[in-house]
């Protein structure tokens, strides 16, 4: 799936869509430049998951925790090595949520059945080209794209 990001309300929008249709066991890897707009997407995810405290990027803690197991992980930086020494494995959990950004730093760790979310500059605007790994992220990509196209 492709989606045309012209605001930061798209862009919110995509994110809000996303959560509402993510189930425990799910994660979301964000991948794109910086300011492409990785955070104010996961912003928008973990609203929709109800965290209700401020959510800002987790670029030196590396991983929030936040209620009900769910987690905004930031992998920006670290290596591949050192992301590996995170222990993620142990967070994907039939109940945990997730959102990694910068999920292209250590795609390895990442859950074989993931959303991977790649946003992109085009001309001068945005874009979010969207990939499920498995058949779980795939029913929900089809439902995220169905309410994308309903507007």
Known sequence: MTAQLATEE??????RLLGEATMAGCVIGLVGEVGSGKTTLARAVLGAWQVESAVASPTYTLIHTYAKEIYHIDLYRLDARQAADLGLEELWTERARAVVEWADRAPELLPADALIVRLLTVGEGRAAEIEATGPSARRILDQVEGA????
């Open 148 to 151: 994308w196209r309903r507007g």
């Open 10 to 15: 798209r862009t919110a929008r995509l994110g």
